[in-house]
């Protein structure tokens, strides 16, 4: 991608998923009806506030023992959309595994600033470290999210609650979308860009996998494989996975398998190799 040769509207397209993807709407409305009825069938543990925010809550959803491992999922939207309650679906790919599943909102641009954002997750971790005991979650964690959520997960990689991480169809560099339609909402600021995107960071030396649909758009694999890379040079822990024929909304329905790549791949990221951090 020559990114300083294309138009505007070449470069809005890039960063589009909803446009890039023919049957996005289709997609996003079976996985929000599928979640809006499994959040319905267990509703004992939602809406739980770690922050006095409106969008600051939690979703829970305990494994059968309270040591059992916990997946948080982290929602992407592009930080301006969507929510837990969104997503609740993706616990089919774990609670019949034994795991526990727990779903955090956080606050949204344009209303709040992308370092706020990321502030909001790791208050979240916080509350789940101190209160997550007593609603039944003490078990490992492994923080994974997806697209938007990517990133957040990436950037609270170093939480000490946090066992190993997951980043899912993610971008990790902020500075393009300043050129794009998203830069209005966002409004980034060069130390936003600097200290926020995962690929100007240091690694984190926490286990992480990196994983993408090979029908991604362009940036979204470029930007996995430059942080796998950028890791692997650091000698960071993980994997790079590729899911074959996914795009960036049918990922999902792999994670929402008990036996897809992905709950496989978090099973390993349990192992006595990662370096236990959790409790």
């Not at 023992?65 to 982290?74: G, M, R, T, V």
């Not at 969507?82 to 609740?88: I, L, Y």
């Not at 089919?92 to 909102?105: D, K, M, Q, R, T």
């Not at 991604?216 to 790079?240: C, I, N, Y």
Request: net charge negative.
């Amino acid at each position: 991608m020559n990114w300083g040769m294309m138009t505007r509207g070449e470069r809005d397209a890039a960063y589009n998923n909803q446009a890039g993807v023919a049957d996005s709407a289709k997609l996003n409305l079976e996985r929000k009806t599928a979640s809006w009825r499994f959040r319905e069938a267990h509703a004992a543990k939602l809406d739980l506030p770690y922050a006095d925010k409106e969008r600051c809550k939690w979703d829970l959803y305990p494994g059968a023992s309270a040591n059992s491992p916990c997946l948080i999922f982290i929602h992407g939207g592009y930080w301006v959309m969507n929510g837990r309650e969104d997503f609740a679906c993706v616990t089919e790919g774990f609670l019949p595994n034994g795991w526990s599943v727990a779903l955090p909102s956080y606050s949204l641009a344009p209303q709040s600033t992308m370092t706020e954002i990321c502030a909001d997750i790791h208050t979240a971790l916080d509350w789940l470290a101190s209160e997550g005991p007593s609603h039944g979650i003490a078990g490992p964690v492994i923080l994974a999210g997806w697209s938007a959520g990517a990133l957040l997960a990436a950037h609270a990689l170093d939480h000490p609650r946090v066992h190993a991480g997951m980043a899912i169809s993610g971008i990790y560099e902020l500075g393009p979308l300043r050129d794009t339609y998203l830069s209005e909402s966002l409004a980034l600021t060069d130390q936003e860009i600097a200290d926020l995107s995962p690929l100007r960071q240091p690694a984190v030396n926490k286990e992480m996998l990196i994983a993408y649909g090979s029908r991604e758009l362009q940036p979204f694999v470029d930007d996995s494989r430059a942080l796998h890379a950028k890791r692997a040079a650091a000698h960071a822990p993980g994997a790079l996975l590729p899911i074959a024929g996914a795009d960036h909304f049918t990922i999902l329905n792999d994670l929402r398998s008990p036996d897809g790549a992905l709950p496989r791949m978090a099973e390993a990221l349990l192992s006595p190799s990662s370096k236990k951090v959790h409790g």
